[in-house]
């Protein structure tokens, strides 16, 4: 008999109000993302108030200013991510339900899209607060990683975006539409838990390797650096997931095997469509980075 974990008896709500007609519901993805953005404003603070950690022995803000960049953050990873998802993996869904893309409550957010939404404010408020660029993306970078953690553990109890079939024996049977798997499988069927890959690579390692640069080897001091390994790593890691990661319903819908693009008996989806240039974009910076130098 084929070994597996059952899905613990875990629920996407927190708790729930009903107030006539009304439901209020505090979720767990929700708060992830509230937890996320408020850790990584108050890392940014602590890092700020340390001058130095930064070029120049010289903090690039002061404290107060984080607030505003975290609004900006705000703004802009919840904009990008939703039109991300819509844009990049339901777009004839929403085309033909357009008042659904406002519905960001019931999930579909994208993590690519997300990332280019904060790259787009963080810009912004560089330009109107007169700070470096490149500290700004470096701050980012510094504290995605926890956001990232806590949003994969919050998928994994919403028993969301699960993996692909498997008999290994750390398998996972989620409940509803993730238990039905090919005809020729047998049944039960456990999935990979691929959201607890992500929150273990994209999550923990990349924090602990953003951390260990930060602390140990003085990387705030090389402008973009932290940049460039925050998008390297998290593109590698994304793209080896990726492999075990199973596509939307209405993904697979369009695309039966999964995959974007076709080479031979090889195709990318397109998480690693989308992995592939920020994978080549990081390295190009890491690159810059070490050849100035510290400035």
């Given at each position: 008999m084929?070994?597996l974990i059952?899905?613990?008896?875990?629920?996407?709500?927190?708790?729930?109000?009903?107030?006539?007609n009304?439901?209020?519901?505090?979720?767990w993805?929700?708060?992830?993302?509230?937890a996320g953005?408020?850790?990584?404003?108050?890392?940014?603070v602590?890092?700020v108030?340390?001058?130095?950690?930064w070029?120049g022995?010289t903090?690039?803000m002061?404290?107060?200013?984080?607030?505003?960049l975290?609004t900006?953050?705000?703004?802009?990873v919840?904009?990008g991510g939703?039109?991300g998802?819509v844009?990049f993996y339901?777009?004839?869904y929403y085309l033909?339900?357009?008042t659904e893309?406002?519905?960001?409550?019931?999930?579909?957010?994208?993590?690519?899209?997300?990332l280019l939404?904060?790259?787009?404010a963080?810009?912004?408020?560089?330009?109107r607060?007169?700070?470096?660029?490149s500290?700004?993306?470096d701050?980012?970078?510094?504290?995605?990683?926890v956001g990232l953690?806590?949003g994969?553990?919050?998928?994994?109890i919403?028993?969301e975006?699960w993996?692909?079939?498997t008999?290994?024996?750390w398998?996972?049977?989620?409940?509803g539409?993730g238990?039905i798997?090919?005809?020729?499988?047998?049944?039960?069927?456990?999935?990979h838990?691929?959201?607890l890959?992500?929150a273990a690579?994209?999550g923990l390692?990349?924090g602990?390797?953003v951390?260990?640069?930060?602390?140990?080897?003085?990387?705030?001091q090389?402008?973009w650096?932290i940049?460039?390994v925050?998008?390297?790593?998290y593109g590698l890691?994304?793209f080896?997931v990726e492999?075990?990661?199973?596509?939307d319903e209405q993904?697979?819908m369009?695309?039966?095997?999964g995959?974007v693009?076709?080479?031979?008996?090889?195709g990318?989806?397109?998480?690693?469509l989308l992995?592939?240039?920020?994978v080549?974009a990081?390295a190009l910076l890491v690159a810059l980075?070490?050849?100035r130098g510290?400035?």
């Open positions: 084929q070994a059952p899905f613990p008896p875990l629920s996407p709500d927190i708790f729930s109000i009903e107030l006539g009304f439901t209020f519901a505090l979720r993805y929700a708060l992830a993302y509230i953005f408020l850790i990584g404003w108050r890392l940014i602590a890092a108030r340390r001058p130095a950690l070029p022995q903090a690039p002061q404290p107060v200013a984080v607030e505003s975290l900006w953050i705000i703004l802009g919840i904009l939703r039109l998802f844009l339901q777009p004839g033909a339900n357009p893309i406002l519905r960001v409550w019931e999930g579909g957010m994208s993590f690519h899209g997300g939404g904060a790259a787009v963080g810009y912004l408020f560089a330009r607060n007169g700070v470096a660029p500290a700004v993306s701050s980012m970078a510094m504290v995605i990683p953690f806590l994969r553990i919050a998928n994994f919403n028993a975006l993996g692909r079939p008999t290994m024996p398998g996972v049977l989620f409940p539409y238990s798997c090919p005809i020729e499988w047998e049944h039960p069927c456990a999935r838990p691929t959201q890959y992500e690579l994209e390692l990349l602990l390797v951390l260990w640069l930060v602390r140990r080897r003085h990387a705030l090389f402008p650096l940049t460039g925050f998008f390297t790593v890691a994304r080896v492999f075990w990661r199973m596509p993904f697979l369009r695309h039966p095997q995959h693009l076709t080479l031979g008996d090889f990318l989806t397109m998480g690693q992995s592939l240039p920020m080549l990081g980075a070490l050849r510290r400035q």
